[in-house]
């Protein structure tokens, strides 16, 4: 269960309708297979020890006495394995009749949980022969003894504190107002569902959507084990369809029609660090009954699908429709500032790298979308020391294709006589010799705007927001950053999106081909007339940076734990020290250059991790890394 990890499991076993002795076996098989594969929370169907379609059998002592015995000895069975189970049972509790889920763990029966809504419409009848649970939690004696009753109880790991584990029973969470909810916001991280839900058409992806959305909105983990085949035919047909997620995300399901365990882990850090972030998510007073259980603190290995591109949806279709809203947010962030302050011009400056390419698609349609004029941005490139003939003959192609006024400046001679006024030797290739290219720019573009009565567009990213990869007071500044928002992933992704919308050939020639140049600021001498300063070659690969800007940002992870992650996403692309020798760049990087950060212009949040100092990122300038640097020293290279 390190970094927060806790291996989950919904079990469907196979049964005999009304068999109890044939049901505890295959459950008994079942559980010794889901600790065999390291679970530590198993879930089975709503009362799969005797069947969900017993009907009035429910009402025969025989089986109810049977089901008891069953409890015991499963309970039993426990004492050797290492995890928390739920298994659906009827039982007969002060002369009444419920329908429960028996919790397990260690040779105890730590608790009973009772399901609270009994439908009886349509093929349901539960109320014939149940009785609801309790309002509230109660102990009672079970055979002897005292043991936590109803449907108020939080199981807490005593290994890790952080998994509180809830139950509900099927119908409980179709309800106006599920059980779970307040077992949430009395701290519950996991929630589990023993049921027994028929199917019928298009009943699954309703399963599927209920379950998603309530888990997104608690916060929460959700582990549903359902009835499948061995239950009565007579009226209704189970698919044994179980489902594990997590805060809305799908981790694992089962094949419809099919008995089966279906595992995954459960990140009870990722949604702590969601509630402690979200100040609507409110824990209440409760009269919920906390009961300890123990599992075994072991390694896990991740089977769980990890994206290494958290910023782009996987799905084609997703993908593209994201793109879509992410240059409407843009432009839509832009035609406010130029309605706002009146600006009937615009200035970008132009490279035919990537992020001028979408500062300029973005103002384009701002422009549009504001009726204004598209000769009214002005394109200017700048050619320099750096230039090569491939991204000045994008740069001008582009903004010509786009109905844009081009301007071509060339700072060639501007920066050599500046070099003249310092004092610098132009044939030292230092951090001076490049950001003076890049102040001289800014300047630039600066006074082109004031000439016009227009803006300066901002063309830098939040992946070089990230790491400082900019020059202060040079392409750091501008009076709107449209891009300030956009990983560099998201950059190449949208980028990409509009060529293939282009109705116009030539200019998604040229996108194209911007997409396939490698990302350089152009500030050194081309070899042989290509690039000579690759970025990623200097900061690293930004694919991983978005991943470890993600995931610190988004959740707070710590170093060790994203390594983990890194580690397991990009299995295959990057070797294990590869990614801990740009994990120790990012951090350090990320540390020493928010004094970039603390006076960034303003530019539209488009994601749900953003690092403006007006919202999402409130850091001071001299924060020390120590700690994560600490942490990160910690790491054991794979």
Not at 163 to 177: G, K, N
Request: glycine content about 8%.
């Amino acid at each position: 269960m390190k970094n927060g990890f806790v291996k989950v499991a919904a079990a469907t076993a196979e049964i005999r309708v009304a068999d109890v002795a044939y049901n505890m076996e295959k459950i008994l098989e079942a559980m010794k297979e889901t600790e065999r594969q390291g679970a530590k929370v198993v879930v089975f169907p709503e009362l799969c020890l005797t069947g969900y379609t017993c009907g009035d059998l429910f009402g025969q002592e025989l089986l109810l006495k049977r089901t008891k015995e069953a409890v015991h000895i499963l309970a039993e069975a426990t004492e050797h394995m290492d995890g928390l189970f739920f298994v659906g049972a009827p039982l007969e509790i002060e002369h009444k009749l419920y329908n429960t889920a028996v919790v397990l763990n260690h040779g105890a029966i730590l608790g009973i949980v009772t399901k609270t809504f009994l439908p009886n419409y349509g093929e349901f009848y539960d109320m014939r022969q149940f009785q609801p649970g309790p309002a509230e939690a109660k102990w009672i004696l079970f055979d002897g003894e005292r043991i936590p009753f109803g449907p108020q109880l939080l199981f807490q790991a005593v290994t890790m504190e952080e998994l509180v584990v809830s139950a509900e029973i099927c119908e409980d969470v179709w309800s106006a107002i599920p059980p779970s909810i307040g077992a949430a916001r009395a701290g519950a991280t996991v929630i589990v569902n023993c049921s027994a839900s028929d199917e019928t058409m298009g009943k699954s992806q309703m399963r599927r959507n209920l379950l998603a959305a309530h888990s997104m909105r608690l916060f929460a983990g959700y582990v549903y084990a359902n009835a499948g085949e061995g239950e009565s035919t007579t009226d209704l047909v189970f698919d044994g369809h179980n489902m594990i997620l997590e805060h809305g995300e799908l981790l694992c399901e089962s094949e419809q029609f099919s008995n089966e365990i279906i595992y995954s882990e459960i990140d009870v850090q990722k949604l702590i660090s969601e509630r402690r972030k979200n100040t609507t998510f409110q824990p209440e007073e409760h009269d919920h009954i906390r009961v300890p259980f123990y599992v075994e603190a072991e390694e896990i290995t991740l089977t769980r699908h990890i994206q290494a591109n958290p910023f782009i949806p996987e799905q084609k279709d997703a993908c593209d429709e994201a793109m879509k809203e992410l240059l409407m947010l843009q432009a839509m962030g832009l035609k406010k500032r130029l309605t706002h302050t009146n600006a009937k011009h615009a200035v970008v400056g132009i490279s035919g790298g990537l992020d001028s390419t979408l500062a300029l698609l973005v103002t384009a349609k701002a422009f549009d979308m504001a009726g204004l004029e598209r000769k009214n941005i002005r394109a200017v490139t700048m050619p320099c020391f750096g230039t090569t003939d491939r991204t000045y003959t994008n740069a001008c192609l582009m903004a010509e294709k786009l109905g844009t006024t081009l301007q071509e400046i060339p700072i060639k001679e501007a920066v050599k006589q500046h070099f003249q006024d310092i004092g610098h030797d132009e044939t030292v290739h230092d951090v001076t010799y490049e950001n003076s290219q890049a102040r001289e720019r800014t300047q630039i573009l600066m006074d082109v705007a004031n000439e016009l009565g227009g803006l300066v567009i901002g063309t830098g990213d939040m992946s070089e927001l990230a790491l400082g990869w900019a020059t202060y007071n040079g392409d750091h500044m501008s009076m709107y950053g449209v891009n300030a928002g956009v990983p560099k992933t998201q950059v190449r992704y949208i980028v990409q999106y509009y060529a293939e919308h282009c109705e116009d050939q030539q200019l998604k020639k040229v996108l194209l081909d911007v997409l396939e140049t490698p990302v350089s600021p152009e500030l050194l001498p081309p070899k042989e007339g290509e690039i000579a300063q690759k970025t990623e070659d200097l900061v690293g690969p930004y694919e991983l940076h978005d991943f470890f800007l993600f995931y610190m940002m988004r959740y707070g992870f710590t170093p060790s734990k994203i390594y983990r992650l890194a580690v397991h996403a990009f299995a295959g692309v990057y070797e294990a020290e590869e990614i801990y020798q740009w994990l120790c760049k990012f951090y350090w990087r990320f540390f020493s250059q928010q004094f970039k950060r603390s006076c960034m212009p303003d530019g539209p949040k488009v994601n749900e991790v953003g690092l403006s100092p007006r919202g999402d990122l409130k850091m001071p300038s001299d924060a020390c890394a120590a700690l994560w640097m600490e942490d990160l020293r910690g790491i054991t290279v794979a």
